[in-house]
């Protein structure tokens, strides 16, 4: 499988170097040149990590031989994405089983192996620098999966004041010896936007290179993210299949709580590659724009930036959309790389008639502000016992909305503890600010799910790192860091 970049389609790469390099040297993100197609029916039967091992052979050409069982023995259950049935047509997929409990550990504990492995295949021995832009889950879960992961240093950026406490903790307290977490002033869009530059750093590269160091990302723009990410969405349908709910050929929905389009595009990948999926529906929280865009045709981010109670999906700038778009402008890496400078420099683009209605065919989009996600949550937990976080809430709000027509798998993102306050508040509690030890014992009492245990721990772990610098000086950050 070769890969190619949505900024510049004579660039071909092997993909061993895009899981390396994460990003293109045009700024572009890699893309595979054809999309493989897989028989989703020689998924039947099979457990979670046999169907993750077929979908990364499809992509990857270095060996991936026991990567998705070694990534996967990590989660706290046998089954790693689970699909559970709360009504006729209504199913939630569970992808927050992992080391740190959001769904970012599905590509996340496999992205280090395949790191490993295309090195491997390369012969490279330099260092790899991990750079993480994060809105809270990312973070944790980069650090999880890279600590102590030979040849590789993680370093990861958060807005100080856009994550959850037990987010911020979580990241503050991570052992390993190979990691460093640092707060920025400013948003999640400032963290990715600085770190997106840095990659292009010339000056930075080359002292980094100086040291044997390449930069490298874990951020859902390395196709090593996007990949594992298609798995889960076969293997659900295939779970439906191999309960009875649904026949071979059916079609079914999926509505996925969206910020960066990461989680959601895997699911377009999935479909090009012909799993029978009829809608993906793209569910935002008060930061609509891209309920906006797939509305209008229009991206434009000249609007207000909202913090929610779905930190996670506090995004105005939805890097993996650029793929979307590269490929419905029929792979016009031209006419992408003009829009994306349009939004770096107008903070907007449009996209033409022709090119919105193949999105629509498969795509719909609707939001949910913090109002809705709670009321989500009260209703979800009222009408059938179960309990969801803020994220996945955003997805079941807009779900409700819908007349479920076909079965419908709501995309389930986080476990409801890593947002306690709100969650409490859902569910009648008077609580405000952070999320503390009280809050995780009344909810465990209301709710009897019992707190991870990890979760509880980040209130007694040492913070090993606090320091919060402004976003313009993340390059020299790095340089000053890595690069002596
Ligand atoms: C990252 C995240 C999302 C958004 O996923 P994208 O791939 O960025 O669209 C939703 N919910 C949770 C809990 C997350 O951590």
Redesign the pocket.
């Known amino acids: 499988m070769k890969y190619t970049s949505t900024r510049d389609t004579a660039v071909e790469a092997d993909s061993a170097t895009a899981v390396v390099g994460g990003i293109s040297e045009d700024g572009g993100l890699y893309v595979p040149q054809v999309f493989p197609k897989l028989d989703y029916k020689q998924f039947f039967g099979l457990d979670y990590v046999e169907r993750a091992d077929k979908v990364l052979r499809a992509f990857f050409d270095f060996n991936v031989d026991g990567v998705a069982k070694a990534a996967y023995s990590t989660f706290d259950t046998d089954e790693p994405a689970p699909t559970v049935k709360l009504d006729d047509n209504l199913f939630v997929l569970e992808l927050w089983h992992g080391r740190t409990h959001?769904?970012?550990d599905m590509a996340l504990s496999v992205l280090p192996h395949l790191l490993v492995r295309a090195k491997a295949q390369k012969c490279e021995t330099d260092k790899t620098l991990i750079l993480v832009a994060t809105?809270?889950?990312?973070g944790k879960a980069a650090l999880e999966g890279f600590k102590d992961v030979d040849g590789t240093e993680v370093c990861v950026f958060y807005p100080t004041d856009g994550v959850s406490r037990v987010q911020k903790l979580a990241m503050q307290t991570q052992d390993g010896n190979n990691v460093l977490a640092v707060g920025i002033t400013g948003n999640f869009d400032d963290a990715q936007g600085s770190v997106k530059a840095a990659f292009r750093d010339d000056r930075l590269k080359d002292l980094l290179k100086d040291n044997n160091i390449k930069m490298s990302s874990a951020n859902?723009i390395n196709i090593g993210r996007l990949v594992p990410q298609i798995a889960y969405y076969f293997s659900a349908y295939c779970d439906l299949v191999d309960s009875g709910e649904i026949k071979a050929g059916d079609k079914i929905d999926f509505v996925v709580?969206?910020?960066?389009?990461?989680?959601?595009l895997a699911g377009w990948y999935a479909h090009n590659m012909g799993l029978p999926i009829s809608k993906l529906v793209c569910a935002s929280n008060r930061n609509n724009v891209l309920t906006d865009f797939i509305e209008t045709g229009i991206y434009d981010i000249n609007r207000e930036f909202y913090k929610t109670d779905?930190p996670?999906?506090d995004?105005l700038v939805?890097s993996n959309l650029e793929r979307l778009i590269f490929e419905t402008s029929g792979r016009n890496s031209e006419l992408t790389l003009k829009r994306m400078k349009d939004l770096a420099t107008a903070g907007r683009y449009s996209v033409d008639e022709r090119e919105m209605e193949k999105i629509r065919e498969v795509f719909a989009a609707d939001y949910a502000d913090d109002e809705d996600i709670e009321d989500a949550i009260a209703d979800m937990f009222d009408e059938y016992g179960y309990l969801i976080?803020t994220?996945t809430a955003a997805a079941y709000a807009v779900a409700a909305r819908r007349e479920l027509v076909r079965p419908t798998v709501v995309v389930s993102?986080?476990n409801p503890y890593k947002f306690a306050p709100a969650v409490l508040r859902a569910l009648g509690e008077k609580v405000s600010g952070e999320a503390t030890e009280a809050m995780f014992s009344r909810l465990e009492d209301l709710t009897a799910m019992e707190v991870p245990s990890s979760l509880k721990e980040v209130f007694y772990k040492s913070v090993r790192f606090n320091e919060t610098i402004a976003p313009k000086d993340i390059i020299e950050y790095i340089a000053a860091r890595y690069g002596k």
């Not at 809105?135 to 990312?138: A, K, Q």
């Not at 709580?257 to 959601?264: C, D, L, S």
């Open positions: 959001a769904f970012k809105s809270g889950d990312t859902s709580p969206t910020g960066n389009f990461g989680n959601i779905s996670s999906m995004i939805s976080d994220h993102t986080a």
